[in-house]
């Protein structure tokens, strides 16, 4: 099986495309999708679908939502209302990305995390994720990133839904936090959220959450 968004085990949000556009931030300049006349008031049914499952989503068409390979979509919106950004807008300062993705069934990349991170840093495989100090209400990961000997933090809690939530702490690189969860079963999304929102990630999360959960149209299990 290949492996994706790191050691993660099951199919991928693309990293090449995630580090573009979470570095654009920083740059100020991005280009997404195409322009064209939608109107607003209009409702889009995007539909993802995998070997496991058929999920369908309704949202109103002004969030030019793009759809790769039939099981992955993008959207952008402004924090905290969620109202649509264009894909073509340049990353501002309350601005979120989103990727839906199906979950095919699997755990949680926190989920992964925990089970996966060693007791103590290993200066012999700095690479390795470990458990690290517990800052309330997070549990703390770090890891050593690349010959460069960068640091990377992952917070990690669990959300009032039950599911577990990865926030991936950038460094100055990005001007973004990626943050990783599962909605449900069968639905997992990646959100980039804007640094100058905050790190209240508990209830960006709800917001997030909550906004997608209310669009989902219908979901259909394959036998």
């Not at 556009?21 to 607003?40: E, M, N, R």
């Not at 990961?141 to 010959?147: E, F, N, P, Q, V």
Request: hydrophobic share 35%; glycine share 6%; proline share 5%.
């Amino acid at each position: 099986m290949r492996r994706r968004c790191g050691s993660y085990p099951g199919r991928f949000f693309p990293n090449i495309v995630i580090r573009l556009f979470i570095t654009a931030f920083t740059a100020s300049t991005v280009l997404i999708g195409c322009s064209k006349s939608i109107d607003p008031n209009s409702l889009e049914e995007i539909k993802l679908e995998d070997k496991t499952a058929t999920v369908s989503l309704l949202l109103p068409a002004g969030y030019r939502t793009e759809v790769t390979g039939g099981y992955l979509a993008f959207i952008r919106c402004r924090y905290p209302d969620m109202s649509p950004l264009d894909p073509n807008e340049i990353p501002s300062k309350d601005d979120i990305a989103i990727w839906i993705d199906l979950s095919d069934g699997r755990h949680s990349r926190a989920e992964y995390l925990m089970e996966r991170a060693i007791d103590q840093f290993d200066p012999k495989r700095p690479g390795l994720e470990y458990r690290a100090e517990k800052q309330e209400p997070y549990d703390v990961y770090r890891h050593i990133r690349g010959k460069e000997g960068r640091e990377e933090t992952t917070y990690v809690f669990k959300a009032n839904d039950g599911q577990w939530v990865e926030v991936q702490v950038h460094g100055d690189w990005s001007g973004r936090y990626t943050i990783h969860r599962n909605i449900g079963s069968d639905l997992r999304i990646m959100y980039a959220v804007a640094k100058p929102i905050g790190k209240d990630f508990i209830h960006i999360d709800e917001v997030v959450t909550d906004f997608i959960t209310r669009r989902i149209k219908s979901i259909s299990r394959k036998k």
